[in-house]
C-alpha cells in the first residue's frame, strides 16, 4: 500500500459550497486553496473534491462537458494546479472525482458520436442499431439524434454511458471488452486520468466504478478486468497516486487495483444501521430515526454492523482500505438522525477502527440538513449541500454576494453551528474531532491497515470493544452508545488501565470488566 494512505484522513469538499472568493455566489477552487490551512488544523490530510469540471450542472456536475477543463464558475485549471502545489507544500494530497462511466449530453464525444455519418466517436458510447432497438435491459433514449439508433443510459437522462463493452454479449450492437471502441474509450479515460496526474493530481475518487462494463458476471469479472488495466498504467505511470472507488463492496474492487473502497449508507446496510438507519433513503425525510446503534435510546446492537462490514473488511483487508464515512453528498447529513452527544460518538468510533476515514464537509461542526428544494439533480440531496458556516457574518461567512445569489442558501437557524463560535472551545464538536484525529495520527496502532480485532460484541447488547495494533503500541477501544452504564467483560484485561484517550465519564475496571460510563468512547494501552 502507498505509505501516505496510512495515517491518511480525508476530507470530502463540495466545491461549489465550500467557500467563495470572488462574491458570485458559488464557491470556489482558490477558495479551497486559502482554506487549506482549516482543514489541516482539522487533522485532516486529504481532500476529494466533488467533479470540478466545464458541465451543464444537470447532475452537479457529474455530467462533465470537458474532463480537461475546470468549470469557470470555480476558476481555472491554473487555480486548481496552486490548490495541488499547496496542498503538497503542507504534506496534503488532493483527490478529483472521476466519472469514467458517463459524460454529459453535451460533451464534444457525444455530440460526434451522435452524427449520422460513421466516424472514429461513433462507438465512444453505447448505441444499438436502429431508432426502434431496445436497450438490452438498460434504460435508453430514443428518437433525440440524429444518428438511426438509440443509446442506452448510466443515471440521468443528460448521462449517455461510455462505451467500455459487454461481459456477455447477446444483441449484434454489443461489443467484448477488447473490442476496438470499447478499448478506445479505455484509452481516453486514462488519458483523462494522465492529464490531471501530470497537472499534480494525486488520484481519484471514481464514480459508479462498477458501472463500466454492461451485462457483466455476478462478480463483475469484466468491468474488474477494465480496472485492472487501467490502475495498472496509474501505478506505472504516477506510484503515489490513489484510487477510492465507489463501489461498497472490496472484495472486488480492491482486487481490481483499487487502493481504497466506500463503505455506502446503503439502505439497510449494517452501515445505515451504524450510524443512519433511515427508511426512505430517496425521500426528503429521514423515518425511522432513532433505531441507529448509535442513538442512545436504540435498542440496536453492534453486531447489525458487524454481520455486513466484517466479511467484507476480512476478504479485503490484504489488498486496500474499506473507508468509512461521516457522510457524503449523496447521503442525508449525519445530523438528520443522531444528536450531537451521540455524534461525538460516531465520530470516535468511525475515526478509530481500520481504513481510511472521510469526513464531509461541514460534519465536524454539526452542519444540519435543509429542506431544500432541487438544485442541480440535487432532489433530497440538496439539503446536504448546503454552504459551509464559517462565522456570524454575512451568509455566514460563505460569500460576500446577496444573499439571493448564493448557490444555495445557508442555514437560516439562529444557532446555526459555525467554525468561528467552535474554533477557541476544545468541548465542541469541532474540538472533540479535532482531537480524536490527533490522538488517531499520535498512534501508529490506529494507522489505516493496522490490525484489527472485536474484542467484544453481543447480541443484545450495547457495548462494542476492538483491538487496534498488535505487540507494543496495541490499543483496546471501547464505546458505549447507551443512556446507561454498560460492562465490557474482557478475559485478559490491559495492565494499565487509565484511559490513554476518552469521551465521555471515566470508565471502572473490576471483576474481569470494564464498565463504561453513560454515552462513553475509551480507549487503553494494551502494553
Ligand atoms: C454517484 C455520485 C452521484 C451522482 C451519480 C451519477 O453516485 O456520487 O452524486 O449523481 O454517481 O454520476
Ligand atoms: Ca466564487
Known amino acids: 500500500m502507498v505509505n501516505w494512505l496510512k495515517d491518511a484522513v480525508f476530507y470530502e469538499i463540495y466545491p461549489q459550497s465550500f467557500y467563495d472568493t470572488n462574491a458570485d455566489g458559488i464557491g470556489d477552487i482558490p477558495g479551497i486553496t486559502q482554506k487549506l490551512g482549516y482543514v489541516q488544523g482539522l487533522g485532516c490530510n486529504a481532500l476529494w473534491l466533488n467533479p470540478c469540471f466545464d458541465s451543464p450542472f444537470k447532475d452537479a456536475g457529474y455530467d462533465v462537458r470537458d474532463y480537461k477543463k475546470v468549470a469557470p464558475r470555480y476558476g481555472t485549471n491554473e487555480d486548481l494546479k496552486a490548490l495541488f502545489a499547496a496542498a503538497h507544500a503542507r504534506g496534503m494530497h488532493v483527490l478529483l472525482d472521476l466519472v469514467p462511466g458517463h459524460t454529459s449530453e453535451e460533451h464534444a464525444w457525444f455530440k460526434a458520436s451522435s452524427a449520422p455519418e460513421k466516424n472514429d466517436l461513433s462507438g465512444r458510447y453505447i448505441w444499438t442499431d436502429s431508432w426502434i432497438e431496445n436497450g438490452d435491459g438498460m434504460p435508453f433514449i430514443a428518437g433525440e439524434a440524429a444518428r438511426c439508433g438509440t443509446y442506452v443510459l448510466n443515471f440521468f437522462k443528460c448521462q449517455p454511458a461510455l462505451n467500455y463493452g459487454y461481459g456477455r454479449c447477446r444483441r449484434p450492437w454489443q461489443q467484448p471488452i477488447t473490442g476496438p471502441d470499447a478499448m478506445a474509450t479505455r484509452d481516453a479515460i486514462w488519458d483523462v486520468m494522465r492529464f490531471w496526474l501530470d497537472a499534480g493530481c494525486d488520484g481519484f475518487r471514481v464514480d459508479m466504478a462498477d458501472s463500466l462494463v454492461k451485462n457483466d458476471t455476478p462478480q463483475k469479472r469484466y468491468t474488474c478486468a477494465v480496472w485492472r488495466d487501467l490502475s495498472a498504467r496509474l501505478k506505472r505511470h504516477a506510484p503515489e497516486a490513489v484510487m477510492v472507488s465507489e463501489w461498497n463492496h472490496p472484495a472486488q474492487s480492491l482486487k481490481a487495483g483499487f487502493d481504497m473502497d ?266
Request: glycine share 10%.
Open 262 to 527: 466506500f463503505m455506502l449508507d446503503w439502505q439497510g446496510n449494517g452501515y445505515s444501521w451504524l450510524v443512519r438507519n433511515y427508511d426512505g433513503a430517496t425521500e426528503g425525510v429521514p423515518k425511522n430515526i432513532g433505531k441507529a446503534y448509535f442513538c442512545k435510546d436504540s435498542t440496536t446492537d453492534i453486531t447489525k454492523f458487524l454481520d455486513d462490514w466484517l466479511p467484507s473488511y476480512e476478504a479485503s483487508r490484504k489488498h486496500g482500505l474499506y473507508c468509512l464515512i461521516t457522510g457524503n453528498h449523496d447521503t442525508l447529513r449525519i445530523s438528520a438522525g443522531l444528536d450531537e452527544a451521540e455524534r461525538r460518538l460516531a465520530f470516535a468510533t468511525l475515526f478509530t477502527l481500520p481504513g481510511a476515514p472521510f469526513l464531509y464537509y461541514g460534519d465536524e461542526i454539526g452542519m444540519r440538513y435543509q429542506n431544500l428544494p432541487t438544485k442541480e439533480g440535487g432532489y433530497n440531496r440538496t439539503g446536504s449541500r448546503t454552504p459551509m458556516q464559517w462565522d456570524q457574518s454575512a451568509n455566514l461567512g460563505f460569500s460576500a454576494a446577496p444573499a439571493e445569489k448564493l448557490y444555495l442558501p445557508v442555514d437560516p437557524a439562529p444557532d446555526a453551528p459555525t467554525v468561528a463560535a467552535q474554533e477557541d472551545d476544545p468541548g465542541s464538536l469541532l474540538g472533540t474531532v479535532r482531537s480524536i484525529l490527533a490522538f488517531r495520527h499520535s498512534r501508529p496502532a490506529l494507522a489505516a491497515d493496522a490490525p484489527f480485532a472485536v474484542e467484544y460484541a453481543e447480541k443484545g447488547r450495547r457495548a462494542f470493544a476492538w483491538r487496534r495494533g498488535r505487540g507494543r503500541g496495541a490499543l483496546l477501544c471501547a464505546v458505549n452508545p447507551a443512556g446507561t452504564a454498560c460492562d465490557v467483560p474482557l478475559a485478559s484485561l490491559p495492565h494499565r488501565m487509565e484511559p490513554v484517550f476518552r469521551l465521555g465519564g471515566e470508565p471502572t475496571v473490576k471483576n474481569a470488566a470494564i464498565t463504561l460510563p453513560p454515552q462513553s468512547f475509551a480507549v487503553f494501552a494494551l502494553d
